[in-house]
């Protein structure tokens, strides 16, 4: 698919440290910083905890601590869900109450959130207390069926919420309505370290550790669960969750984190004092989250409490074949998704749905997620991918693209035909819905014509900002590791991404299907260059008539037999 390339306006800040390199200084203001404070990582610059529904909840916690009363925690089935889970029950326990344990649904059996059928299995095992992690705002009926058997309920969430709020005892959320915290974007683990963090300071208060001959927890050693869950979640890096994140990732360095995580950094081959935030999206996050889309989270979940790291080991080579398994399965619903696709545009080149819905019955249903995001990075426009859930019903995945916030998409479709959707909940980003198998091409055809509401042409192509080009002299390992070292990079705070027009030396096809460069900024060679560029169309690379080539790319540090080099990570390459 053909990208636009757009450079970044290069505006540099007078509020900015002017020690700073120039090329950091560009940077930093191209992402709208505009005071040095913004780029320090102390935990004192933190949001102080101002959340609607924070003192409700906290008392109810306290009052459960100091009675030894017995809590649940119901999880999600992804990484922000699993780190969430994980936290909550550390936390209470390391504050002194044992009876605490977690359910996560399955998503297969229960689907997502607190409903009724879950509240009936947790009630099984008679708690006090059930607090929802990552979910709970848009589980109205689930609610209230804990509710009527008499268990309290604690909402910790960050989803968006629906016209009706669960009659929780507490809903801690940034996002429900009347909530001042100023950071919005707070993923469900962040969400459930600041109610533990208070809840710590209200039992100081009540003199409960020091009755009771307990150390108090320190929070910073949950940071290295917070970093995973907000990374792997894909939320926005404002300040605050780059303070979170930066705080998670030295401890990880310093290899000062669960077993768990150093286990499933070991099984992946990846060093913990390197780490950057992009391992945890992309390395850590999907082999803890194979355990939710393939099997049951409660293995995940498990390999962030264990202690022992023998144990933990086994846990995370055990997430890490599942996450073998899911690869190939998600392989295989590809090629049959692209080849859906292809015969829709062998047809009519030009009718190609604006936005695109996807199923096949024998799609698996905790795939469709990663389906939809593949699509949509392929085509460029939001994709919704539905598998088939029994009795009748399917279960979609949707991914979005600029410009269109897809959860709102959804409630418009779903007031402009009442009862076609049964659920849906989401973010700006990404939603999950259900509806009846029957009513699959009449939702098709209304979230085609939603999207052709909310978009133009122009939405459609895809964007590449850069941060503009690089002069020969930039490419060296000095500048590299600054911007390597610059992050935490992520969502809404991108990693920097420069282009340029060079010559093409050499070229060869690597691991099947990515395509290894060496380029030069001369027709005479005379610097080369290192550059890779993963999953290329094979049809198409190696191009022995290829003689230029515009790229867009990472500046980046291979280490190979202990020598390290500059490596362009190409996202996108075009022939000049």
Same mark, same amino acid.
């Given at each position: ?33 505009? @005071? ?39 999880g999600d089935f992804d990484a922000d869900g699993a780190t969430s ?8 326990? &390391? ?14 059996? =229960? ?15 008679? #708690? ?45 959320? #940034? ?6 915290? *100023? ?8 969400v459930i370290f600041y109610v533990m963090n208070a809840l710590r ?12 001959? +307990?150390?108090? #927890? ?40 669960? *077993? ?11 060093? *913990? ?7 945890? %999206? ?19 979940? @498990? ?33 049959? &998704? ?7 545009? $062998? ?17 698996? @249903? %905790? ?11 392929? =085509?460029?426009?939001?994709?919704? $991918? ?7 019903? +399917? ?22 035909? #009442? ?5 849906? %909940? ?5 939603? %999950? ?52 070292? &610059? ?11 420069f282009d340029g027009e060079f010559f093409l030396v050499q070229q ?69």
């Amino acid at each position: 698919m053909q990208k636009v390339i757009r450079r970044r306006d290069p505006i540099v800040s007078a509020g900015l440290n002017n020690q700073l390199p120039a090329l950091l200084q560009r940077v930093y203001c191209a992402r709208g910083v505009k @005071q040095d404070e913004e780029l320090q990582h102390h935990l004192t610059l933190l949001q102080k905890p101002s959340f609607k529904g924070l003192s409700e909840a906290v008392n109810l916690l306290a009052d459960a601590v100091v009675a030894q009363a017995k809590i649940m925690i119901v999880g999600d089935f992804d990484a922000d869900g699993a780190t969430s889970c994980a936290l909550a029950v550390l936390a209470l326990r &390391a504050m002194g109450l044992p009876s605490v344990d977690f359910l996560v649904p399955n998503r297969f059996e =229960y689907g997502y959130g607190l409903t009724p059928e879950i509240v009936t299995v947790a009630a099984a095992q008679q #708690p006090d207390l059930i607090i929802t992690v990552d979910n709970g705002i848009s589980s109205i009926e689930g609610v209230q069926a804990a509710r009527e058997l008499g268990i309290a309920v604690i909402v910790t969430d960050h989803h968006l919420p629906g016209s009706e709020l669960p009659d929780a005892d507490a809903i801690v959320n #940034p996002n429900q309505p009347g909530c001042p915290f *100023p950071s919005k974007n707070l993923a469900g683990v962040g969400v459930i370290f600041y109610v533990m963090n208070a809840l710590r300071a209200e039992l100081r208060q009540l003199g409960w550790f020091a009755e009771s001959g +307990i150390p108090e #927890p320190n929070m910073a050693s949950f940071l290295d669960l917070v970093a995973l869950g907000t990374v792997a979640d894909v939320v926005p890096l404002d300040h605050n969750n780059r303070i979170l994140v930066a705080q998670g990732l030295q401890r990880m360095r310093a290899g000062v984190a669960r *077993p768990g995580i150093l286990a499933l950094l070991e099984v992946a081959g990846r060093t *913990p004092h390197k780490l950057v935030a992009g391992d945890l %999206g992309f390395i850590v996050g999907p082999r803890l989250n194979a355990a939710g889309r393939l099997d049951d989270m409660s293995l995940g979940i @498990q390999c962030l409490l264990c202690d022992s790291p023998s144990l933990a080991r086994e846990m995370a080579l055990s997430l890490d074949e599942l996450n073998r398994d899911r690869k190939a399965i998600e392989s295989g619903m590809q090629q049959e &998704a692209l080849h859906m696709l292809q015969k829709i545009l $062998v047809d009519d080149a030009d009718s190609l749905p604006w936005g695109l819905c996807l199923f096949d019955e024998n799609w698996h @249903q %905790g795939v469709i997620g990663i389906l939809a995001s593949r699509i949509k990075d392929r =085509y460029h426009r939001p994709v919704i $991918v539905f598998a088939d859930a029994g009795e009748g019903q +399917i279960k979609g995945s949707a991914r979005s693209i600029p410009g269109l916030h897809i959860r709102d998409a959804l409630d418009a479709v779903a007031a402009h035909h #009442p009862g076609l959707l049964k659920k849906f %909940g989401g973010h700006a980003m990404a939603a %999950g819905m259900s509806l009846a198998r029957e009513d699959f091409a009449a939702f098709a055809q209304a979230f085609d014509e939603e999207v052709h509401r909310q978009l133009t042409e122009d939405d459609l192509k895809a964007v590449l900002v850069s941060d503009g080009e690089l002069t020969p002299e930039d490419f060296n390992l000095v500048i590299a590791a600054q911007l390597r070292d &610059a992050g935490p990079w992520g969502q809404h705070f991108p990693e920097p991404l420069f282009d340029g027009e060079f010559f093409l030396v050499q070229q060869r096809i690597v691991g099947e299907k990515h395509l290894k460069m060496v380029l030069s900024h001369d027709a005479a060679g005379k610097q080369l260059l290192d550059a890779i560029a993963f999953n290329v169309d094979v049809q198409q690379w190696p191009n022995a008539a290829a003689k230029r080539v515009r790229l867009a790319y990472r500046l980046d540090i291979n280490e190979f037999r202990g020598k390290q080099s500059v490596q362009l990570m190409v996202e996108y390459l075009e022939l000049c």
